[in-house]
């Protein structure tokens, strides 16, 4: 089956500690992205990707890191400078470059972290 | 002004009806229109895509776009009780490096 993985599911973080957050997709797709929904939200963007090897910063970058060491994977690092990580982290995919209009983006599962 | 904008709702609409959501923007130049359904604690689920003025129709969904007002819905007809979600609408810019701006959500009820 085609699809978007997230794992875990629920994470919990002690403060001062990082965090990585797992997403694979084997939709053969070119960007993916990670947002952060907050409740009752929309979703900001944190990062994302258009190809192997290259990211750019979304809208809400400080305190996240990410890696796109391969097309499959965009995993998400919380490091302890996020003050306020407590949320619902989305990754999503979408066939990205060269796809200007047909570009919808998919949807993992989401990893729900909080913070103790 | 937010770049994606909705109407927090809930919106509440009987059983059997059709259920309308709005959605404006301000980037006149967006191309590409799109509707996700959120349930409760879980991901959006993509549910509508629309790049032309005009409608289109997919089963009980319609999504209507009209650029010159910078306006797009989506209608649902025949409402069910599953229909009950938040209902997000995305607007990407013109460009292959766009990003998806998402709206905050309307939140749907369907009462039986």
């Known amino acids: 089956d085609g699809g978007i993985t997230q794992s875990p599911k629920y994470l919990f973080r002690k403060e001062g500690q990082n965090v990585t957050l797992s997403c694979e997709q084997n939709?053969?797709?070119?960007?993916m992205y990670w947002y952060r929904q907050d409740p009752g939200q929309g979703l900001r963007l944190i990062y994302y990707s258009q190809i192997v090897n290259d990211f750019q910063k979304g809208d809400i970058a400080e305190g996240y890191s990410v890696s796109r060491e391969k097309k499959e994977s965009f995993p998400l690092t919380v490091t302890s400078a996020q003050k306020n990580p407590t949320a619902f982290y989305l990754c999503a995919s979408s066939r990205g470059q060269g796809i200007i209009k047909v570009d919808e983006q998919f949807f993992g599962p989401g990893t729900r972290l909080t913070v103790l | 002004q937010k770049e994606v904008e909705q109407n927090s709702g809930p919106l509440s609409v009987p059983e059997g009806a059709i259920a309308s959501l709005n959605c404006t923007y301000s980037?006149?130049?967006?191309?590409?229109f799109f509707w996700y359904r959120q349930y409760s604690g879980k991901s959006p689920e993509l549910i509508m895509s629309?790049?032309?003025?005009g409608d289109k129709e997919d089963g009980r969904f319609t999504a209507q776009l009209n650029k010159a007002s910078q306006y797009v819905s989506l209608l649902i007809r025949d409402s069910q009780p599953s229909d009950s979600a938040t209902y997000l609408c995305?607007?990407?810019?013109?460009?292959?490096?766009?990003?998806?701006?998402f709206g905050s959500g309307t939140r749907l009820s369907i009462r039986p």
């Open positions: 995305a607007v990407k810019g013109r460009s292959s490096a766009s990003k998806i701006i």
């Open positions: 939709l053969n797709h070119d960007a």
């Open positions: 629309i790049y032309s003025n």
């Open positions: 980037d006149r130049g967006s191309q590409s």
